[in-house]
T-cell receptor, first 112, second 111 residues
Framework: GEEVAQTPKHLVRGEGQKAKLYCAPI?????VFWYQQVLKNEFKFLIS????????ETGMPKERFSAKCLPNSPCSLEIQATKLEDSAVYFC??????????FGPGTRLTVT | ELKVEQNPLFLSMQEGKNYTIYCNYSTTSDRLYWYRQDPGKSLESLFV?????AVKQEGRLMASLDTKARLSTLHITAAVHDLSATYFC???????????FGQGTELSVKP
């Protein structure tokens, strides 16, 4: 496809529950990036993939966050045991080269 | 650690006026991007600036880059209401493609 697709659009979880977000990159793009936008304006890099391999995971909270990009499947970002502070919009971006990133519409996660 | 700072963070403008948003970054980077975000929406790419002295223009927006000063500007000419949005600059960190964002500038253009 020509656009990055993210599902679901909205996700509500009680504190302690698991949350799983999905991202389908643009066909032919080999890089996928995940960003977290909190407090409306603050963007934080989480992790990037080159195909199914982790490229950079320096932004990932180690304890509860995990991510995968498997062949022929959407990429996923999973948060175990969500906390209130995980409430944010999670954006996925894909890129053919790393240098130009195309952002998806985002998934809004609300932890109650 | 690369840091990116924008100012102002909030900007209320009258239609027809000109203004400039500033973006400073702390260490050398290959590329600087400007994005627009409307409320509840994703990021729309406006400009990518690659080299010292680069200038790009689209409609009422013009972006420039001074790599020696580590400064980019986004100039708004004769603002119109449709430009109301939040504008972010972002810089590539190292060669990995990771974007470091500024805090965003919330622009409100009033008639």
């Amino acid at each position: 496809g020509e656009e990055v697709a993210q599902t679901p659009k909205h996700l509500v979880r009680g504190e302690g529950q698991k949350a799983k977000l999905y991202c389908a990159p643009i066909k032919g793009h080999s890089y996928v990036f995940w960003y977290q936008q909190v407090l409306k304006n603050e963007f934080k890099f989480l992790i990037s993939f080159q195909n199914e391999n982790v490229f950079d995971e320096t932004g990932m909270p180690k304890e509860r966050f995990s991510a995968k990009c498997l062949p022929n499947s959407p990429c996923s970002l999973e948060i175990q045991a969500t906390k209130l502070e995980d409430s944010a919009v999670y954006f996925c971006a894909s890129s053919p080269t790393r240098w130009e990133q195309y952002f998806g519409p985002g998934t809004r996660l609300t932890v109650t | 650690e690369l840091k990116v700072e924008q100012n102002p963070l909030f900007l209320s403008m009258q239609e027809g006026k000109n203004y400039t948003i500033y973006c400073n970054y702390s260490t050398t980077s290959d590329r600087l991007y400007w994005y627009r975000q409307d409320p509840g929406k994703s990021l729309e790419s406006l400009f990518v600036l690659l080299s010292n002295g680069a200038v790009k223009q689209e409609g009422r927006l013009m972006a420039s880059l001074d790599t020696k000063a580590r400064l980019s500007t986004l100039h708004i000419t004769a603002a119109v209401h449709d430009l109301s949005a939040t504008y972010f600059c972002a810089v590539i960190y190292n060669q990995g493609g990771k974007l470091i964002f500024g805090q965003g500038t919330e622009l409100s253009v009033k008639p």
